[in-house]
């Protein structure tokens, strides 16, 4: 990596040192000072064959946009300019668009850039106090919350989504600067094809008003609604080379309330309500609890036959579960990293109704404690292709394990062996995995691509 590294920043520093066109807009013409390899990164598309992404049409997002819609940003109030202009109608705008993201764009900023809090977006009739005073099932039972506060409260999350929820449009390519962070916001593709997001650090998509659900689980649970980057009703998304925090607002510093975890978090890549064609590639996920959800209901509907999505050389490191959690799709897992075992581990691969995982020579570093016939987890599936799995527990080994036998030794019903396809969309080579964690390990993030 050091090579392109060095030849990009004598590039850049020549480049740098010609002037500027003159241009009547400040922004493009940040645009225009961008080094070579900026220039070069946000023109690229997907590489042919590279994932499900690149069936059909491929995936080019915002790489033929005009100058003027080739834009630095370097706040909301910019980021939601570039992508059109109106937050709640930028999903519309259709014209290509090129966006470079420039040091830290927080959600939670007003129109003056003034910081928001939780407060700022409550509804006047909304208080969290009087919401556990209301709805603890020792008073309330174990019904649905309901009446004014709990409709104060989906108030309180509609002006939230007004703010926090970015809208994104057809044609769209978001690139990440050195350094580029989204803070306390979503990225929401959704009825928006052809989308290449990268190079981006994502943090902490919190929630300030999760919904009590009295009835999920054995004992209910707090869950939030906002994804760090959610796909609806898409295709042809690529998503490389970012990663993804809670930042310095973990799950483990959440309050428990009814006995259950606040959770305000929610997903780092949804992929519903079928979408389709997604690439995942090179990305970090760090430290978090649901990963990534590939269909959101059990429904045999118009999910079927869509929500295939390929992930490769993604790093999942000290993440929960969900890596991915799988309904319908035909989803490819091939040379991915994964390091798991903190407080609170479930489970790696979800395999759910209809689901057609194909996973193959992928790594698995684990603490001690956890078996590998663990690493996956049966939410109404039949069958999943496992291949060439390495696994590494506590400081033993790293050595190959079948882990559909593992994990058909210890479960009932077992699972089949056979996904029922055969990926043919795959740019590179697979290797083998224990290559992995030398490869995967250092250069799977955002802040990694020659910029
Ligand atoms: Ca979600
Ligand atoms: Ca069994």
């Known amino acids: 990596m050091r090579a392109p590294l060095i030849g990009a920043t004598v590039i850049a ?10 241009a009547p807009r400040p922004d493009t013409s940040a645009a225009d000072r961008l080094s070579w390899s900026a220039r070069h990164l946000g023109r690229q598309a997907l590489p042919e064959r590279d994932g499900w992404a690149a069936e059909g049409t491929g995936t080019t997002g915002g790489s033929a946009a005009t100058p003027e819609r080739t834009r630095v940003v370097h ?28 040091g830290a764009v927080d959600g939670f900023t007003g129109p003056e850039g003034t910081p928001l ?25 174990r019904v649905a919350p309901a009446g004014p506060l709990e409709e104060a409260r989906v108030r309180s999350v509609a002006n939230q989504t007004r703010q926090t929820q970015i809208n994104v ?27 290449i997001v990268r190079n981006l650090t994502f943090v ?9 659900s009295p009835t999920d689980g054995d004992t209910g649970n707090w869950n939030s609604q906002y994804d760090q980057i959610s796909v ?16 310095d607002n973990p799950d483990s510093a959440q309050p428990s309330y009814f006995g259950r975890p606040y959770q305000v978090h929610d997903g780092s890549l949804d992929v519903t309500h079928t979408a389709s064609f997604v690439t995942a590639s090179w990305n970090r996920f760090t430290g978090r609890d649901k990963l990534m959800l590939i269909g959101s209901s059990n429904t045999v509907g118009p999910d079927v036959g869509r929500l295939k999505v390929t992930l490769h050389h993604n790093l999942f490191d000290g993440d929960l579960q969900r890596l991915p959690r799988v309904r319908f799709g035909q989803v490819d897992v091939y040379n991915n990293l994964y390091r798991l075992g ?23 570093s684990l603490d001690a404690g956890v078996d590998p016939a663990d690493l996956l987890y049966d939410w109404g599936g039949t069958t ?32 089949g062996a056979d996904a029922g396809w055969t990926p043919t969309l795959r740019r590179d080579p697979v290797l083998p995995a224990a290559l992995l964690p030398l490869l995967v390990g250092p250069l799977a993030g955002a802040d990694r691509l020659p910029l």
Not at 84 to 100: E, S, W
Not at 233 to 247: A, K, L, P, Q
């Open 75 to 102: 706040d909301r109030a910019e980021l939601v300019d570039a992508l059109g202009g109106d937050n709640a109608g930028n999903a519309a705008d259709a014209t290509p668009k090129l966006i470079y993201v420039d």
């Open 13 to 22: 520093v020549l480049v740098s040192a010609t002037p500027a066109a003159a």
């Open 384 to 415: 999943l292709t496992e291949r060439g799995s390495w696994v590494r527990q506590g400081a033993g080994p790293a050595r190959p394990v079948d882990l559909l036998a593992a994990y058909n030794a210890a479960h009932e019903p077992d699972l």
């Open 342 to 364: 903190g407080d609170g581990f479930q489970y790696a691969l979800g395999v759910g109704v209809q689901s057609a995982i194909y996973a193959q020579n992928n790594f698995f």
């Open 169 to 195: 449009g057809p044609n769209t390519t978001i690139v990440g600067l050195h350094g580029a962070r989204l803070t306390g916001l979503t990225l929401m593709i959704d009825r928006a094809s052809n989308v």
């Open 232 to 247: 609806r009703r898409s295709e042809h998304v690529w998503v490389d080379h970012n990663t993804f925090t809670d930042g």
């Open 117 to 141: 809090s939780c407060a700022d977006l409550a509804d006047p009739a909304y208080q969290l106090d009087a919401y556990l005073a209301a709805y603890d099932p020792a008073v309330w039972g």
């Open 204 to 212: 902490d998509a919190r929630d300030c008003f999760p919904a009590w």
